[in-house]
């Protein structure tokens, strides 16, 4: 075995009870395709094993769009459609936020400051995963980041994968970051009697 596991990562992820998944409109994922983000199909495939993980363990998830009525918000559109297969069910929480920031719904903050932690993952991650870890940091709020399950928008002069490093960079000063499959394997709630590590 040639990679190194950082238990802190599982240890952290294990108490992540909430998952938030941000952004997951066509409108996005038009831009995104449009930008050339060279792992929006994988990202999108994580985003689905991550919500399909979620549901096999009863762990609440919490859809976030951007809209609703807010400062810096001039007038009211409709939002976007989900993207196929990514679509909340009646038992997910759906949160409309007029800023980049999650918290800037006040419904939201309230459910996750009974959470007090929750995973998070989506499309614009550079703007709505690093804003909400950033606020989640200032209540003492704990988030894992999953960096494989989001995606990035390119900004003048840098691609998207760029962005996206940058933005999973600046988001470990705030949030644990994880992958999907860590996350996963961390909030499975598997017996460790009787199970073989080699």
């Known amino acids: 075995m ?3 596991i ?4 599982y240890v952290g992820a294990s108490s992540r009870r909430l998952l938030v998944m ?20 994988r990202a999108l495939d994580n985003c689905m094993a991550a919500i ?3 549901r096999d ?9 951007h809209g609703g009525d807010g400062p810096g918000v001039l007038e009211r559109s409709s939002p976007s459609a989900w993207i196929s297969g990514l679509e909340p069910r009646r038992s997910d929480m759906v949160f409309e936020r007029p800023q980049p920031s999650c918290y800037s719904n006040h419904l939201f903050e309230n459910v996750v400051s009974q959470a007090g932690s929750f995973a998070i993952a989506g499309l614009t991650a550079e703007e709505t995963c690093l804003a909400t870890a950033i ?3 200032r209540r003492g709020h704990h988030v894992t980041f999953l ?12 691609d998207a994968a760029a962005v996206h490093l940058l933005a999973t960079r600046a988001i470990e000063l705030f ?24």
């Open 135 to 137: 606020d989640a940091a």
């Open 147 to 158: 960096g494989d399950a989001s995606a990035s928008r390119g900004r003048r002069n840098s």
């Open 2 to 4: 040639s990679s190194v």
């Open 6 to 9: 950082d238990l802190r990562t």
């Open 22 to 41: 941000v952004d997951l409109q066509e409108k996005n994922y038009d831009e995104l395709a449009k930008d050339n983000a060279p792992d929006l199909r």
């Open 57 to 65: 363990f009863a762990i609440p998830i919490a859809f976030t769009r």
């Open 175 to 198: 949030a644990d970051v994880a992958s999907t499959g860590q996350w996963q394997i961390a909030t499975s709630q598997r017996p460790l009697k009787g199970h073989r590590y080699g």
């Open 52 to 54: 399909r993980h979620a």
